[in-house]
Structure formats: structure tokens, C-alpha cells
């Protein structure tokens, strides 16, 4: 069955950086999208970032960009997010999903999910 485990989460200061991770299996990792989603306490969930099945194709929400950076290693069945100059803004819980297709930003076509880690930024 496909799972989702994902890693990295924790407590920075501000201005600081995490490494998420999710590793991958039950599925041909390689032929599917992978996304970041995240979601806040009293808030829905949020895309963050999406990459292609081959990694060629990225993209990130107008809040990240410029400070986090997705990639993948189809070898290792990972999918990372590197997350710099931490906001108390991001604070949340993320989520690795699966996409239905190669490449897609739909949130409904997103069809698993891990079971979240914790980022909590402090000012």
C-alpha cells in the first residue's frame, strides 16, 4: 500500500532553516508529482510547493518562494523541502502528498497523504 512518512519537522527561530523529507513506497515514485501542503491551527490546508515526476517541473506559493526549494531523488524514493529564512508565518503542520499525474498543482489531484510534521517558528 502507498505510504508517506515525513521527517524533518521541529522548533527554529526565525530566520532560521529545516530540511523535510518524505519517503516513499508502495508506488512507481518516479512516475507521479509529489507536493508539499501545509495547514496552520484554524486554517485549511495550503499548497506550498509541487514537483514533476522527473523533477523538471517546479512550483512554489507566492508566500515561499525565494526561501524554499523542493527536489527529489527518484533513486531513494524521497522528496525533500528545504526551507529557509523561517517566518513565524509558516508555522504548521506539513504534509507530503502524491499526485494522481506527472505533474499537477490541483489539490483534488492529490491522492495520498503522509501523516504530517510539525514546524513551529518562533519570533
Known amino acids: 500500500q502507498v505510504q508517506l512518512v515525513e521527517s524533518g519537522g521541529g522548533l527554529v527561530q526565525a530566520g532560521g532553516s529545516l530540511r523535510l523529507s518524505c519517503a516513499a513506497s508502495?508506488?512507481?515514485?518516479?512516475?507521479?508529482?509529489m507536493g508539499w501542503f501545509r495547514q496552520a491551527p484554524g486554517k485549511e490546508r495550503e499548497f506550498v510547493s509541487a514537483i514533476s515526476w522527473a523533477g523538471d517541473y517546479t512550483n512554489y506559493a507566492d508566500s515561499v518562494k525565494g526561501r524554499f526549494t523542493i527536489a527529489r531523488d527518484n533513486a531513494k524514493n524521497m522528496v525533500y523541502l528545504q526551507m529557509n529564512s523561517l517566518k513565524a508565518e509558516d508555522t504548521a503542520v506539513y504534509y507530503c502528498?502524491?499526485?494522481?499525474?506527472?505533474?499537477?498543482?490541483?489539490?483534488?489531484?492529490?491522492?495520498?497523504w503522509g501523516q504530517g510534521t510539525q514546524v513551529t517558528v518562533s519570533a
Open positions: 508502495g508506488f512507481t515514485f518516479s512516475s507521479f508529482a
Open positions: 502528498a502524491k499526485g494522481r499525474l506527472a505533474w499537477t498543482l490541483r489539490l483534488g489531484d492529490y491522492d495520498y
